[in-house]
């Protein structure tokens, strides 16, 4: 928490600095970063041409570094947002009810294609490494929805590996630049 405060505000890429994010959470205020996973998660559902405005979304996990802020994001762009996380009760249920599911748990496969609405738009941030003899470094990365499952009902899923955690680093690169734009005046 202490080296969270000492970042500069100037240079949180992250957005993790405690004012980015009480930003991000109020109406009218404007962060000078967003988190990189989250950014990239909107972003995902922006290149791709999904809207978000109206639609109900559920996010999977809560943490500082990614559910939280995605959640938070996904509410200013006017979808109605579920949080679901290890205390709830029918995960399942609620999760069925989302257009749009971000999941960011760190449990592999846990999200089964029976907690999808028909249709839904899924963005999987989970990076979970499975043993794999076959596999030249004896695992394999996969997500927390399986994607086997998710492919029959869902209209559109990222993977894993190739989804999420590209975007992440892009998100982070864009960051930096924007801060060492506004640092040297830049435009
Ligand atoms: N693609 C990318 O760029 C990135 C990927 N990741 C990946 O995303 C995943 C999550 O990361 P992170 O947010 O840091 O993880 P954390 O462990 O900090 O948070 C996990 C969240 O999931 C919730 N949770 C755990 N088990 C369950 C369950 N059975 N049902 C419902 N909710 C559950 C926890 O709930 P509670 O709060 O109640 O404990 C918590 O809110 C990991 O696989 C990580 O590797 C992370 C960052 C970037
Ligand atoms: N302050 C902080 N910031 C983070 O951004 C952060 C963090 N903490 N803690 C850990 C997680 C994890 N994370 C990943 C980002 C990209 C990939 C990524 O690009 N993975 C490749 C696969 C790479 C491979 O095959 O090994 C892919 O998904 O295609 C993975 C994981 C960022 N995190």
Redesign the pocket.
């Known amino acids: 928490q202490s080296i969270l405060n000492a970042v500069s505000m100037e240079k949180d890429v992250?957005g993790f600095h405690p004012l980015n994010i009480g930003r991000l959470a109020m109406r009218g205020r404007e962060p000078l970063f967003i988190p990189?996973?989250p950014k990239g998660c909107i972003e995902l559902l922006h290149r791709y041409g999904f809207d978000i405005k109206g639609k109900r979304a559920v996010v999977i996990g809560r943490s500082n570094?990614v559910g939280m802020p995605a959640a938070l994001l996904l509410q200013r762009e006017d979808a109605t947002v579920s949080i679901v996380h290890s205390r709830t009760k029918n995960p399942e249920e609620i999760t069925r009810q989302a257009d749009i599911i971000i999941s960011a748990v760190g449990q592999p496969n846990m999200v089964r294609g029976s907690w999808i609405k028909p249709g839904a738009v899924i963005i999987d941030v989970g990076?979970n490494p499975v043993e794999d003899a076959k596999s030249p470094r004896g695992y394999r990365?996969v997500g927390d929805v399986c994607y086997e499952e998710a492919c029959e009902v869902a209209s559109a899923i990222t993977p894993?590996?190739?989804?999420v955690?590209?975007m992440?680093?892009a998100m982070l690169l864009s960051n930096t630049l924007t801060s060492a734009k506004r640092v040297h005046n830049f435009q």
């Open positions: 992250d990189c996973t570094i990076i990365l894993v590996p190739g989804g955690g590209p992440t680093i």
